[in-house]
């Protein structure tokens, strides 16, 4: 695993209308010798290099699919169509999933290539019955969506 890629090893595609098409486009563009794949929230632009390699060993150690998870502190609520809640999750089995997102390139393109559809890439997977691991996330990792998130990026950046 290089620290850096080479600029051959790089190549810019065009995405799509939905994220399933971006990562689509970038499937098919992959060279045949790769054999892990990544899909990256640009969102979550201050994930460190170490959570890519986290993932990146998971799978190559065997994993179908590996996603970052980070523990949830906060009572989860599932509730219905009207607001009332169903169900109450017992806390220690939740995890808040971030990106990246780490596949065999087989287990995914079989993912994609299903029809079905799904907000991430690790759902697609378990929708179609692939085993999806947790590794342990980074709290560098947030997502940067709200103006509270950009001030917290900055800080963190020292800008």
Do not use: N, Y
């Not at 080479?6 to 399933?20: I, L």
């Not at 009332?84 to 806390?91: F, K, L, N």
């Amino acid at each position: 695993m290089s620290a850096h890629p080479r600029a051959g090893d790089v190549t810019v595609v065009a995405g799509g209308a939905e994220r399933t098409h971006s990562v689509a486009a970038g499937l098919a563009a992959l060279a045949e010798d790769v054999d892990v794949v990544l899909v990256h929230d640009a969102a979550r632009c201050l994930a460190p290099g170490e959570l890519f390699d986290r993932l990146v060993a998971a799978v190559r150690d065997g994993a179908e699919a590996a996603v970052p998870g980070i523990a949830v502190t906060d009572t989860i609520k599932q509730v219905d169509s009207t607001g009332h809640v169903v169900a109450t999750p017992e806390r220690a089995t939740l995890r808040a999933v971030q990106t990246p997102q780490a596949f065999r390139r087989s287990v995914l393109v079989a993912a994609h290539e299903s029809g079905v559809e799904a907000t991430d890439d690790a759902a697609l997977v378990e929708r179609v019955g692939g085993a999806v691991l947790v590794v342990e996330g980074d709290d560098l990792a947030f997502k940067v969506t709200t103006r509270a998130d950009l001030e917290r990026a900055a800080r963190i950046l020292g800008t």
